[in-house]
């Protein structure tokens, strides 16, 4: 499992936007937003590179905070 933070989510349409995107990365089982705390929890068969992880959820508009 990979936790990060994502900056910018506001409600849930921001959290499915997130979902989405970075569920269509090969090998993601299963994407968990806690909109609270921004926290983004994902889980996958194999690992997942962080350039993915970030370019995916850049694409839904939002950032990976580091």
Do not use: K, N
Request: glycine share 8%; aromatic share 4%.
């Amino acid at each position: 499992m990979t936790t990060f933070q994502v900056r910018g989510m506001t409600c849930s349409h921001c959290a499915g936007f997130v979902t989405e995107e970075l569920e269509a990365l090969p090998g993601v089982e299963s994407v968990t937003v806690d909109l609270a705390t921004g926290s983004v929890e994902l889980t996958a068969d194999r690992p997942i590179a962080r350039h993915a992880i970030r370019a995916a959820v850049e694409s839904a508009g939002y950032e990976v905070v580091d």
